[in-house]
């Protein structure tokens, strides 16, 4: 096992304060799940639940796979009750250098200013943005769990949603929140794919694993540990598939959050797509994933070298061993037993400051190669809102301290 300190990095909140309580990881319109339509002069808003809060604010906005400058014409922050409406007296305009309106160049995020709005530990905060100009190409996050909608022109400032407002099919812009704890606290990024981006956990509703989890750490000790999800749904370690790899991303989307002190990698994707059948059934779906298969020693390289960068900056990193997929239509005995090769590594290769045995938990006792038939949603593949659940009271809290 290696030293399990924090290093060159303190446990709590980096230099400046700032922790991020939430993200989504930007993805390139044409290379997500679902996209949001080329659009002119809306307002987008949606509906996020912090993990932990703080008693200031600020947002993190993304161009990176725009095609031409966004402009941005007004944007709000504010505390909602449980039917979305906005609470009394919470409603914030959100600046970018002490201006209302703001232009994101074309592959460029930006960071607004701080906001004075005190945020409580799961609370849920809409974040409105009107974009007066025309949209072509909106960086989004394609698996989309929480709420969002478009209106029209500028409806940053409506209390309610508009009459006109129609659902959006993705998160669009919105790459991160973070804050200004009240008490020192670290972030723990999470990065995986389909199945810590919680498809198959009821939308809106906030029950993916590591919604969960960060339930229990707040419950524990009050907001000193935020939770922020990186998950894309078909995403791989080493080649490009439904989003950038994770290995390309680990910078960006893990090593660059605000107040780091873990990361927890739990990405199994690689192993589902290099070992599946080559049937009628999958041709589509391995058409969207390029580059060669891998193997047992390529997936074993990439932990290696994932511990190794988040190291380098000062951060514990654990795994998740990667669950049963038996009874999906990507199954193979090969990807199964390729798959007990790289778990039983992750067990007890020492590499990793803890090991969150998802596989365990969600392994069928009867058939081991299976998910438990009341812990998937029902394709064998992804869980249900009761799987992650489980996933998540699995975890020793411990590990975070």
């Known amino acids: ?116 709005l005190p945020v409580p530990a799961l609370s849920q905060l809409a974040i409105s943005v009107h974009l007066p100009g025309r949209v072509e190409a909106a960086t989004c996050h394609g698996t989309f769990h929480a709420l969002g909608w478009i209106t ?86 080493l080649n490009d598939g439904i989003g950038t790899s994770t290995l390309a991303r680990f910078d960006r989307d893990a090593l660059a959050t605000p107040g780091l002190g873990h990361v927890v990698i739990a990405v199994g994707g690689d192993l589902v797509f290099s070992f599946a059948p080559d049937t009628e059934e999958n041709a589509e779906l391995l058409a969207m994933f390029g580059g060669e298969p891998v193997t047992v020693e390529d997936i074993v390289a990439a932990h290696l070298q994932l511990a190794a960068r988040a190291r380098a900056h000062g951060v514990k990193v654990h795994a998740a061993t990667i669950a049963p997929y038996g009874g999906s239509e990507m199954y193979s005995a090969d990807g199964d037993a390729a798959r007990g090769q790289v778990n039983a590594w992750i067990r007890t290769s020492g590499v990793f400051d803890g090991v969150l045995d998802f596989d365990a938990v969600w392994r069928d006792p009867a058939d081991p190669s ?13 869980g249900s809102d009761a799987g992650y659940d489980a996933l998540a009271r699995s975890v020793d809290l411990a590990l975070f301290d």
Do not use: C, K
């Not at 980096?14 to 390139?28: E, H, K, L, Y």
């Not at 299976?370 to 992804?382: P, T, V, Y």
């Open 1 to 116: 096992m290696t030293d399990n300190s924090i290093g060159t990095r303190t446990a709590d909140a980096d230099a400046s304060g700032w922790v991020r309580t939430w993200g989504a990881s930007p993805q390139a319109p044409d290379n997500s799940v679902t996209r949001v339509d080329p659009f002119a002069d809306a307002t987008l808003r949606q509906i996020v639940r912090v993990s932990g809060g703080g008693s200031r604010m600020r947002i993190r906005l993304s161009n990176e796979y725009g095609t031409a400058p966004l402009t941005v014409g007004a944007a709000r922050v504010a505390v909602t009750d449980s039917d979305h409406l906005i609470q009394d007296g919470s409603s914030r305009a959100v600046t970018f250098n002490g201006s209302p309106t703001a232009t994101i160049p074309a592959g460029a995020p930006i960071l607004s200013d701080p906001v004075d």
């Open 152 to 237: 029209p022109g500028d409806a940053t400032a409506a209390s309610s949603l508009p009459a006109d407002a129609v659902p959006l099919p993705a998160q669009a812009f919105i790459s991160a929140v973070e804050v200004l704890p009240d008490r020192p606290g670290h972030a723990i990024a999470v990065l995986g794919d389909s199945r810590v981006d919680g498809i198959g956990s009821t939308p809106g509703a906030d029950r993916r694993w590591t919604d969960v989890l960060a339930e229990r750490l707040v419950r524990r000790d009050g907001t000193t540990r935020y939770v922020v999800s990186q998950g894309i749904g078909g995403n791989r370690m």
């Open 370 to 382: 299976r998910i438990r038939a009341d812990f998937h949603m029902g394709d064998h593949l992804h």
